[in-house]
């Protein structure tokens, strides 16, 4: 080989992902004491001397924190622990007022976990839960005149948010792309809001993924030096992050750069990362066991319990609604999105619908109208029963698909008997003598069209069956009028 040949020879590299995502949970009170966690409320009102961390106070478990914990450890397939503990984590920041927070170090209550991700080409991966362990969430600190410290004129602290519950969940280093880490934090987000325990939503930080990326030559076992990642709202905004974090790392790597071990922001407008500090190590929060809270349990029989309340989770239905319904793996996922659409789903089957109509009147139709009016579907008049009773009569032939989709928003804001509505407004399918006479009507007042028609202008079927339609508010049953109209046309 010549020098020049080996001069273009370039290097391949591959990402190394992984992503620790704060979940808040959906209790209540806070983790250690009774202060509501309802976002939204005038700063510094959710607070007591607990969670300000006064002298001289005592916290106390919150009991559903524990439950929300282990129920999400065994939904990500985890080992729970038998015994676990708290432990404190010190650092000092504005809006930690006891200077440290409470986590949990070495005894988390959930390990070794997995979960599933769906990939572009439609195969699954597997990606490695590392822990998952409880903790209490710091306050928020507002920049005036900026969105961060830099460039701002001063800073108020709100401690509303200091001790909600939070889990934080660390994955395996499994990942390899932008697409597949936005993947995984989909699905945790998914998972988490079937069991329940956290909204998942990341305008208002109740989701909340800090990635660690770092870049090595294909075909190397060690990994490169870590970089993380904060600030991102979004799954969009990891994904970008994390593709333009791979080519910084590669580029700087190719011109000869050291890759410093860093916490790195994403700036949305300029869709890059800045340096933003050097990335702490565990020794720098000097970890101790929490004096003031006792050691943690899970008996065997809670345990159980606990497991026999988890709900079918989303990977059983996508896979459910593929072999049961014949779903399309792209359909089973966008019904299985949400676990109230799911189960409205899941129960308008169970009246007796059609699962590809319901499938396509839920996500259409009904979908539709959720969104533009900002609504969920338990927010509406309408009923699986009410539902199937509707494709019923499309399949019976009693309605047409267009006098649903006219009737639908009655249903949607009243519900009610489909039969009866139908039968109060008088849209009934027209068919037989009653539809045999409007298309004489029809095709006598058009003799040109006929004319043409018969000269060859077989397209022009479409044409009377507009006319019929629209002559009958469309009562009148397609299939019927396009083979009465070309059997009464070639007469």
Same mark, same amino acid.
């Given at each position: ?17 992984g992503?620790?995502?704060?979940? *808040? $949970? ?5 983790? =250690? ?24 106070? @005592?916290?106390?478990l919150?009991e ?11 939904? @990500?397939?985890?080992?729970i ?10 650092? =000092? ?13 070495? @005894?988390?209550?959930a ?11 439609? *195969? &699954? ?6 822990? $998952? ?8 600190l ?19 948010r ?24 989909q ?37 490169? &030096?870590?970089?993380?990642i ?6 969009? %905004? ?9 080519h910084?790392?590669?580029? %700087? ?9 860093? &916490? ?36 065997r029989?809670? $345990? ?8 079918t @989770?989303?990977?059983?239905l ?13 359909? %089973?996922?966008l ?7 799911a189960? =409205? ?24 109208y ?30 047409s698909?267009?006098? %649903? ?31 045999? *006479? ?25 044409? =009377?069956?507009? *006319? ?12 019927? &009028? ?10």
């Amino acid at each position: 080989m010549t020098a020049t040949a080996t001069a273009t020879i370039k290097t391949e590299y591959e990402a190394v992902i992984g992503l620790e995502t704060h979940c *808040q $949970l959906t209790t209540a009170s806070k983790i =250690f004491c009774n202060c509501s966690t309802q976002f939204g409320a005038p700063p510094n009102t959710n607070v007591c001397p607990v969670c300000l961390g006064m002298p001289g106070v @005592l916290p106390v478990l919150n009991e559903k924190v524990l439950e929300y914990a282990v129920k999400s450890g065994l939904a @990500l397939n985890c080992q729970i622990a038998p015994h676990s503990k708290f432990d404190r984590k010190q650092y =000092f920041y504005p809006d930690l007022p006891k200077n440290y927070q409470v986590s949990q170090y070495d @005894l988390p209550i959930a390990e070794h976990g997995w979960l599933e991700i769906q990939l572009e080409d439609g *195969q &699954t991966k597997r990606i490695g839960i590392t822990r $998952l362990h409880m903790e209490e969430d710091a306050g928020k600190l507002v920049h005036g005149g900026s969105d961060r410290l830099s460039g701002s004129s001063h800073s108020l602290v709100d401690f509303n948010r200091t001790g909600v519950p939070l889990c934080e969940i660390v994955s395996e280093p499994d990942m390899r792309s932008g697409a597949e880490a936005a993947a995984y934090a989909q699905e945790l987000r998914r998972i988490l809001r079937y069991l329940g325990v956290c909204d998942g939503n990341m305008q208002e930080g109740s989701l909340r993924c800090d990635v660690n990326i770092s870049v090595r030559p294909v075909g190397r076992e060690a990994f490169g &030096t870590k970089v993380e990642i904060k600030n991102m709202n979004s799954f969009n %905004a990891i994904q970008r992050a994390i593709d333009y974090e791979i080519h910084r790392q590669v580029e %700087a790597i190719e011109s000869g750069e050291t890759i410093k071990q860093e &916490t790195r922001l994403w700036e949305e407008n300029s869709q890059r990362t800045i340096s933003m500090r050097s990335k702490e190590g565990a020794s720098d929060y000097r970890y101790f066991p929490e004096p003031d809270l006792m050691a943690i349990e899970v008996p065997r029989s809670t $345990l159980e319990r606990y497991r026999a309340e988890l709900p079918t @989770l989303p990977a059983a239905l996508r896979q459910r609604y593929r072999d049961e319904f014949g779903l399309t793996a792209y359909d %089973a996922a966008l019904i299985a999105d949400d676990r109230t659409i799911a189960e =409205f789903f899941d129960a308008a089957i169970a009246a007796g619908a059609d699962p590809k109509q319901s499938f396509n009147w839920i996500m259409g139709d009904i979908t539709a109208y959720l969104n533009e009016n900002k609504l969920k579907i338990g927010d509406i008049a309408i009923t699986p029963a009410v539902l199937a009773e509707m494709i019923g009569l499309i399949t019976n032939g009693t309605i047409s698909s267009k006098i %649903a989709k006219d009737i639908l928003p009655e249903l949607i804001l009243s519900g009610g008997s489909v039969r009866e509505l139908v039968a109060a407004k008088g849209l009934t399918v027209l068919a037989g003598d009653a539809l045999a *006479q409007i298309i004489d009507e029809v095709i006598a007042a058009n003799p040109k069209e006929v004319e043409q028609y018969k000269g060859g202008k077989t397209k022009l079927l479409g044409f =009377f069956v507009g *006319q019929v339609m629209k002559k009958t508010q469309g009562r009148a049953e397609p299939q019927s &009028t396009n083979k009465l109209i070309a059997d009464k046309l070639s007469a």
